[in-house]
């Protein structure tokens, strides 16, 4: 189903005037994950491949001076935390930055 351009405008007008942005985002997608989880629709593997997915394009998208195997563990373990409904999704600052140039893309490798 395709929405006309008028309504995609007036859906894009009415989320930024609600202050919808990428933090409000993640948290929805995070809810719906957890929500499809308990109901029995996404199993362990699916969570993972989104957290992976999740992961990949933080660690792709991040400087290649913190871009290293401890920002990936980082991330990783974040990312168990929120997916097991015990942390909330906070400023992406807080995330340790390592200095090693060094980055393991393995886990990213295919990942479309």
């Not at 957290?51 to 660690?59: M, S």
């Not at 990936?72 to 140039?101: H, N, Q, W």
Request: hydrophobic content about 45%.
């Amino acid at each position: 189903m395709t929405i006309h351009l008028d309504k995609q405008k007036k859906l894009h007008f009415d989320l930024t005037n609600v202050g919808m942005r990428a933090q409000a985002t993640a948290v929805g997608m995070l809810q719906m994950c957890l929500e499809l989880r308990r109901a029995g629709v996404l199993d362990e593997a699916a969570i993972e491949r989104i957290k992976n997915a999740i992961a990949c394009d933080i660690e792709v998208s991040a400087p290649r001076s913190v871009a290293n195997a401890e920002y990936r563990r980082d991330i990783k373990a974040r990312l168990d935390k929120l997916f097991a409904g015990e942390e909330r999704v906070g400023s992406a600052d807080a995330l340790a930055f390592g200095a090693s140039p060094a980055v393991d893309d393995s886990v990213c490798q295919g990942h479309a």
